[in-house]
C-alpha cells in the first residue's frame, strides 16, 4: 500500500504478536513522527536486548546472567517446581507473591497442527531436573487451551512413573463472571474443581 521502507516497516511491525494491519501501520507512523532521538533509542535497546538477554541455563527464564534471579535465590525451595510455557507466565505468577519454588519454562506447548512436539519443548531438561532427587512436586500451570491442555496429559504421563505429585493449577470460573458466560469447558472444570465451603 506504502511505497519502499514504509511498507517494510508496517510489513515487519505487522510481525509482532497482538500486531494487527492498522495496528502496525499506527506504530509506524508514530515512528515517522516520532523525533530522531526517541527513535535511536528504541533501537538501541533493542538491539541491546538481542545481543545481551539470554535464557536462564537452568530453568530457561529470560536472564542477563547465565542463571536467572529465581534459580540464584536462597530462600526458593527446589522441592516444588512449577512448569510454564513461557518466561512471561513466571511474570503473571510471580504477581501473586505466593509461590516459593522454582520454574521451568517449555518454551512453548505440544501443537502437532503448527509443528511442535515434544522434542520442540525443553522437556529433556526437565526430566534431568527431576533426576536429582529433591523435587517432591511439579505443578503444570500451562494455558487452559488445546496446546496446553495436550502438553499437560504429555507430561502426566511421561512424570507418572516417577515418585512425586504432579498437579494442575485449578480453573474455572473468575471472581464477578456470570455462569450464562461460561463456556462448556471453563463450566465443566468449575464443577470439577469445587470444594467444601
Known amino acids: 500500500m506504502y511505497e519502499g521502507i514504509v511498507q517494510d516497516l508496517i510489513d515487519e511491525l505487522g510481525k509482532l504478536p497482538g500486531i494487527g ?7 509506524a507512523f508514530h515512528l515517522l513522527d516520532a523525533d530522531d532521538a526517541a527513535v535511536r533509542r528504541l533501537a538501541d535497546v533493542l538491539v541491546t536486548v538481542k545481543d545481551t538477554v539470554r535464557f536462564c541455563e537452568i530453568c530457561g527464564n529470560v536472564s542477563a546472567e547465565e542463571t536467572c534471579r529465581i534459580c540464584t535465590d536462597p530462600r526458593r525451595t527446589d522441592e516444588v517446581i512449577c512448569v510454564v510455557e513461557e518466561s512471561k507466565d513466571i511474570v503473571a505468577i510471580e504477581k501473586i507473591r505466593e509461590f516459593k519454588g522454582r520454574y521451568h519454562v517449555l518454551g512453548g506447548a505440544i501443537d502437532p497442527i503448527g509443528g511442535v512436539g515434544p522434542n520442540d519443548l525443553r522437556i529433556t531438561q526437565l526430566m534431568s531436573r527431576l533426576g536429582s532427587g529433591e523435587t517432591t512436586e511439579v505443578i503444570l ?23 512425586l505429585s504432579v498437579t494442575r493449577l485449578a480453573s474455572g470460573l473468575p471472581v464477578g463472571g456470570d455462569l450464562d458466560y461460561a463456556d462448556e469447558m471453563t463450566l465443566g472444570r468449575a464443577f470439577l474443581g469445587r470444594r467444601t465451603v
Do not use: C, H, M, W
Request: charged share 25%; proline share 10%; glycine share 6%.
Open 21 to 27: 494491519p492498522k495496528s502496525a501501520q499506527r506504530i
Open 141 to 163: 500451570a500451562l494455558d487452559p487451551n488445546i496446546e496446553g491442555e495436550a502438553t499437560s496429559a504429555y507430561l502426566s504421563r511421561l512424570l507418572g512413573p516417577l515418585e
